[in-house]
């Protein structure tokens, strides 16, 4: 099995770890691929490794799976480089929370282990696409948690007149607006006050950043639906974010966001369970009164 090995900027106490897991992988029959800037980053630090490399913007096709090594943030850019070449992603949390990448490091072997045996399933997540500002993301559209468009260098709220299938939803006055897949209503969307949606959920959740009025809260509609937003500000610029990656915008046009035809291929191990993942994460049953409070 040919694996892709990606991360993003490693602390340098991470690099003898990537190291260790280049020269596990082999015993079990498992052939790295390493992004050539990390390739790059442990040779200055005596830990190079004779593996095939690839440029870390461009993942070559041919892999099985990608592995993805640090936090959410890098989880998110390494779908987003494969999704359209269908190549499946697994996520190894380098950083704090680990919703995406949700294996630990204490718990590599095994991983290597399942993968070896081919013992995992496959999850096909819902993926946005963003339509008006093509030139701006350089063609890279896709996002797999939401596409938000947020105030910028100002106290002034924006003003994002929104459209569900070229129905008139409503104006939301506000620091910013989030439309979120059920995998991305865990992240900011979760923050704002969004609901958390399985992710077996066909929908998708539109969310105000610190709106003006205070009766309007977050709506979710079928991920079928086409929706078109137009951002008005008067600073004249305005951020749209994808996932991690943003422009600044500073003219008024319409955006388009729908669901993408690719969907996100993520690789999980036995015993995986969404609900097991939110308990652990978001601390829920846990009594703040049986520790003590720092």
Same mark, same amino acid.
């Given at each position: 099995m040919r694996i892709g090995i990606l991360a993003r900027r490693?602390?340098?106490?991470?690099l003898p770890l990537i190291a260790d897991l280049l020269d596990r992988m082999p015993h079990y029959g498992l052939v790295p691929v390493m992004d050539e800037s990390v390739a790059a980053q442990l040779a200055t630090q005596g830990l190079g490794r004779e593996v095939a490399t690839f440029p870390t913007d461009r993942v070559p096709a041919g892999?099985?799976?990608?592995?993805?090594?640090?936090?959410d943030g890098t989880f998110l850019r390494s779908v987003g480089l494969v999704a359209r070449q269908g190549i499946p992603v697994?996520?190894?949390?380098?950083?704090?929370?680990?919703?995406?990448?949700?294996?630990?490091?204490?718990?590599?072997?095994? %991983?290597?282990?399942? $993968?070896?045996? *081919?013992? !995992?399933?496959?999850?096909? =997540?819902?993926? +946005?696409?963003?339509?008006?500002c093509d030139v701006e993301f350089e063609g890279n559209t896709l996002a797999l948690n939401d596409v938000s468009f947020h105030k910028r260098d100002t106290s002034s709220m924006i003003t994002v007149s929104?459209?569900?299938?070229?129905?008139?939803?409503?104006?939301?006055?506000?620091?910013?607006?989030?439309?979120?897949?059920?995998?991305?209503?865990?992240?900011?969307?979760?923050?704002?006050?969004?609901?958390?949606?399985?992710?077996?959920?066909?929908?998708?959740?539109?969310?105000?950043? %610190?709106?003006?009025? $205070?009766?309007? *809260?977050? !709506?979710?509609?079928?991920? =079928?639906?086409? +929706?078109r937003v137009v951002v008005e500000t008067r600073e004249d610029k305005y951020l749209v974010n994808l996932d991690a990656r943003s422009i600044i915008l500073s003219d008024p046009r319409g955006l388009t966001v729908r669901r993408a035809e690719q969907s996100a291929r993520i690789v999980?191990?036995?015993?995986?369970?969404?609900?097991?993942?939110l308990r652990n994460k978001l601390n829920w049953g846990l009594d703040a009164r049986s520790g003590p409070v720092r």
């Open positions: 490693p602390e340098p106490e991470m892999l099985d799976l990608l592995i993805s090594l640090g936090g697994l996520g190894v949390n380098l950083g704090r929370l680990g919703f995406l990448a949700a294996i630990r490091t204490e718990e590599l072997d095994q %991983a290597l282990a399942h $993968l070896s045996e *081919r013992q !995992f399933t496959l999850e096909e =997540r819902v993926m +946005l696409r963003l339509e008006g929104t459209f569900v299938d070229d129905r008139f939803l409503n104006t939301y006055w506000a620091d910013g607006l989030i439309i979120a897949t059920p995998t991305g209503s865990t992240a900011y969307s979760l923050s704002c006050g969004g609901p958390i949606l399985d992710p077996d959920c066909q929908g998708l959740v539109i969310t105000p950043v %610190a709106p003006h009025n $205070l009766n309007v *809260r977050p !709506f979710v509609v079928p991920d =079928r639906s086409v +929706l999980h191990l036995p015993e995986h369970d969404f609900f097991i993942t």
